[in-house]
């Protein structure tokens, strides 16, 4: 895991530096073929990643339930969410360490581990205070997940072949969340909430089991050592920013938010500092290093412009259909089951016309489709048709679809062996916290203006800034451009 790669001006690769080997272990066929175990492991990584994001989202429908069977007022019930989402937040930055000193193998049976023991103990808590417990162990090996899966592509699968693999990683980050609300609502309907948790469980503990008897090493281990100041830095700055953005739109925010917000940014400026120092001696907790390559920086910018929106459309387009459309949990959920649907079943097809025609063409089409169909969910009113409504959001989902294959893959392709790990850990934090700054911001906008002028006007001035925000996304997206391997001169 020591490679030294070069950088131009730009940040980009040049040539002459030295070219990882094609044929050693961990590294990518030059055949464009993959093995039978590379498959199996890839494969095995997918559906685990498919069940935690799952997980993560089958809660929110349930809120209501459990503040009746828990005797919870709705600030503490909001914790189950919260706590989940600050736990990602925090453990995302150490997973460069993790997947660096524990092997493949390793790293996953932490992950489900944490994730299958954490998913039991909801199933029996006995009350908030326990489920809270149960809720927070299973971020702990959500978070250990995806930047796992990542790496795993990067290292085993070929540059050719890169976009077709990762457009199957959207089905577990489009299509899981979107089936959350839906799985949820359809157990609330005939069972406990306790059963949201038992239906799980199984298909974790099948993942764990498989993985235990299947998954091989790849790739190399680091020698990286853990700096605990910076692993102490990443509670205050990336908790503080995700639980002040999170906060901060609520109708009875208070000053704590902004106290949060305050202190995680001022860690976060301390984080980056320590990390900068570190990586004279090769030993940061998180390598930000990644950003010398031009094609990251711009990757992860479109990636946190398309979050900000993906995750405010799915606070308020449930608002809207259930507070002004006058739909019940259950028709909200299958309402927007189709976009979900849409833009997981499309990704492995966007991904092999990336692996064509590169990211450019897609990111372009994806950003000015986000664009058009956020502006028209700011004109959607009391009479709107749910019809048009469900329209909207598969094809803002097609776009979001457009943008999140070529981001991920070009953002990543050009990274050297040893920022794999610290590349996909990045991309996942800013994942968090974009998509927290998303909820936030619109969030706010929308109570504010439903205030004085009525939950409709609210809802179009909420999406209406959404729309505004997309615009960045069409500037980034026409700076895409086709990314080679580390030590292939990439552009």
């Keep these: 895991m020591s490679t030294d790669v070069t950088s131009d001006a730009h940040g980009d690769p040049v040539s002459g530096a030295p070219a990882p080997a094609s044929t050693e272990a961990g590294q990518p066929p030059v055949n464009g073929k993959m093995?039978?175990?590379?498959?199996?492991?890839?494969v095995t990584l997918l559906v685990a990643t498919f069940v935690v994001i799952l997980n993560e989202t089958i809660m929110n429908v349930?809120?209501?339930?459990?503040?009746?069977?828990?005797?919870?007022?709705?600030?503490?019930?909001?914790?189950?969410?919260t706590g989940f989402m600050l736990t990602m937040a925090v453990v995302i930055p150490t997973t460069g360490f993790?997947?660096?000193?524990?092997?493949?193998?390793?790293s996953f049976m932490l992950a489900m581990g944490l994730f299958s023991g954490g998913t039991l103990l909801a199933a029996l808590a006995p009350g908030f205070v326990v489920l809270l417990l149960a809720r927070i162990v299973q971020a702990g090996g959500t978070a250990i997940m995806l930047p796992l899966l990542m790496t795993t592509i990067l290292t085993l699968v070929p540059m050719s072949r890169r976009g077709a693999v990762m457009g199957n990683v959207s089905i577990a980050i489009s299509v899981a969340p979107a089936m959350g609300p839906t799985v949820s609502g359809i157990i609330l309907d005939h069972?406990?909430?306790?059963?949201?948790?038992?239906?799980?469980?199984?298909?974790?503990?099948?993942?764990?089991?498989?993985?235990?008897?299947?998954?091989?090493?790849?790739?190399?281990r680091g020698k990286t050592t853990l700096d605990i100041t910076s692993v102490v830095l990443t509670v205050p700055a990336f908790g503080g920013l995700v639980y002040g953005l999170s906060q901060i739109?609520?109708?009875?925010?208070?000053?704590?938010?902004?106290?949060?917000?305050?202190?995680?940014?001022?860690?976060?400026?301390?984080?980056?500092?320590?990390?900068?120092?570190?990586?004279?001696?090769?030993?940061?907790?998180?390598?930000l290093r990644a950003f010398n390559f031009r094609m990251f920086t711009v990757s992860?910018?479109?990636?946190?412009?398309?979050?900000?929106?993906?995750?405010?459309?799915?606070?308020?387009?449930?608002?809207?259909?259930?507070?002004?459309?006058?739909?019940?949990?259950?028709?909200?959920?299958?309402?927007?089951?189709?976009?979900?649907?849409?833009?997981?079943?499309?990704?492995?097809?966007?991904?092999?016309?990336?692996?064509?025609?590169?990211?450019?063409?897609?990111?372009?089409?994806?950003?000015?489709?986000?664009?058009?169909?956020?502006?028209?969910?700011?004109?959607?009113?009391?009479?709107?048709?749910l019809g048009w409504v469900i329209a909207l959001h598969v094809a803002l989902s097609l776009g979001l679809a457009l943008l999140f294959?070529?981001?991920?893959?070009t953002g990543l392709n050009?990274?050297?062996?040893?920022?794999?790990?610290?590349?996909?850990?990045?991309?996942?934090?800013?994942?968090?916290?974009?998509?927290?700054?998303?909820?936030?911001l619109l969030v706010s906008i929308f109570a504010v203006v439903s205030a004085s002028s009525g939950l409709v006007a609210g809802m179009q001035a909420a999406f209406l800034a959404a729309t505004i925000i997309a615009i960045a996304a069409v500037v980034l997206g026409a700076m895409m451009r086709r990314t080679e391997g580390a030590g292939h001169g990439g552009h």
């Design 62 to 81: 349930a809120l209501q339930r459990l503040m009746t069977d828990l005797r919870v007022d709705a600030p503490t019930v909001q914790w189950l969410a």
């Design 414 to 440: 050009p990274l050297p062996p040893h920022l794999y790990s610290h590349g996909s850990a990045i991309m996942s934090t800013a994942q968090q916290v974009s998509g927290a700054a998303g909820t936030a």
């Design 98 to 106: 993790i997947l660096q000193r524990l092997t493949t193998r390793a």
């Design 300 to 385: 992860t910018l479109l990636m946190v412009v398309a979050m900000m929106a993906l995750f405010g459309g799915v606070i308020l387009l449930p608002l809207y259909l259930q507070n002004t459309l006058h739909l019940q949990p259950m028709e909200t959920g299958l309402a927007l089951l189709p976009g979900g649907l849409a833009m997981g079943l499309l990704g492995p097809v966007i991904g092999r016309i990336f692996d064509k025609v590169g990211p450019l063409p897609l990111t372009v089409s994806g950003s000015v489709l986000m664009v058009l169909t956020l502006w028209q969910f700011s004109r959607l009113d009391e009479s709107s048709a």
């Design 35 to 42: 093995s039978r175990e590379s498959v199996t492991v890839i």
């Design 191 to 220: 069972f406990s909430w306790r059963f949201m948790f038992v239906f799980v469980l199984p298909v974790a503990l099948a993942a764990l089991a498989i993985g235990a008897k299947y998954l091989t090493n790849v790739g190399e």
């Design 405 to 409: 294959t070529p981001a991920f893959t």
């Design 249 to 287: 739109g609520g109708a009875n925010a208070g000053v704590v938010p902004v106290i949060a917000l305050a202190v995680g940014v001022v860690c976060l400026a301390l984080f980056v500092f320590r990390q900068i120092r570190l990586q004279k001696s090769d030993s940061p907790l998180l390598d």
